[in-house]
């Protein structure tokens, strides 16, 4: 397992060097200007602005100045919207945040998803299976802006049982988490359920009946552990796609993560700091897919860490 988690992690610095040379020079030779959407100032004072965040320089020199912080240092530079703040202070801020609401997104998932997914598989073409099944599609065939929406209207102006947005008490993490995890909770409830039929079929199952094994027993000792294995692979890029791509949701319910800070960044030409949440989301997604993998292995014995 050691080797193999070093090898993958060497394999991983030459992918996080390119990701962030093509976002630099994507960035840098993208039409407009950080100081475009400025007020009309002096030549001088754009010079000074210019000189302050190293952009009087040959694009070269900024690249390779850039790299060397990074590399040694880690450091995204500051950020040209927001004035004495570095990126890496204000994704420090708030990538806590954008991770609570992902932690508790993937738990709601997880439940729902696998309890719906078991079900189903036990008790295939009955009304067990088709309402899960139902609820599932329309989960998944609805986006995270309708679901938002939806849920503020239902449980917040019309019954008033939540708060309609922000981030300050307990009560304002239910909404948001079940947005998103409903989503991915209609993915896992098909996966599991596809990968517990496929299991339930096989001999070794057929074989654990006939000694006389208990259903319980068969179910959580010999079935669940083959199959949840779609589920495991899937929660590779679902972990992901949650931490990530809630700038939706933190948009919608006025969420302080880190979401808001990429989006805002991409309108306002705010250059170290698209360069920084790129670099930053393609590290935590190599992460994320390199623990699945560990785990997947770990629980198919036909899978090897060669």
Partial sequence: ML?????????????????????????????????????????????NLEAFYGRDKPL????????????TRGDFGPSTRYPNRTV????????????????????IALFFGLIAGVIAALRPNTLSDYVPMSLAMIGIC??????????????????????ASGWFSPIDRVLPAL????????????????GMLEVLNQDFIRTARAKGASEKR???????RGGLLPVISFLGPAMAGI?????????IFQIPGLGRYFVTAAFNRDDGMIMGTVIFYATLIITLNLIVDVVQVWLNPKLKFE
Avoid: C
């Fill in 60 to 71: 070269p020199q900024q690249y390779f100045t850039f790299m060397k912080n990074l590399v």
């Fill in 3 to 47: 080797r193999f988690i070093v090898r993958r992690i060497l394999e991983t610095i030459p992918v996080l060097l390119i990701v962030a040379t093509l976002t630099f020079f994507m960035v840098r030779l993208a039409p407009g200007n950080p100081f475009d959407t400025e007020r009309a100032v002096t030549p001088e004072v754009r010079k």
């Fill in 218 to 224: 068969v179910i959580f000792k010999h079935a669940l």
């Fill in 142 to 163: 609805l986006p995270t802006f309708v679901i938002g929406p939806l849920l503020i209207l239902i449980f917040a102006l019309m019954l008033g049982w939540f708060n």
């Fill in 179 to 194: 947005t998103m995890g409903g989503i991915y909770a209609a993915y896992i409830a098909r996966l599991s359920r596809g």
């Fill in 243 to 251: 931490v990530t791509g809630s700038f939706v949701v933190e948009t």
């Fill in 88 to 107: 890496n202070e204000l994704i420090g801020e708030s990538f806590p945040v954008s991770l609570e609401l992902g932690l508790y997104s993937i738990a």
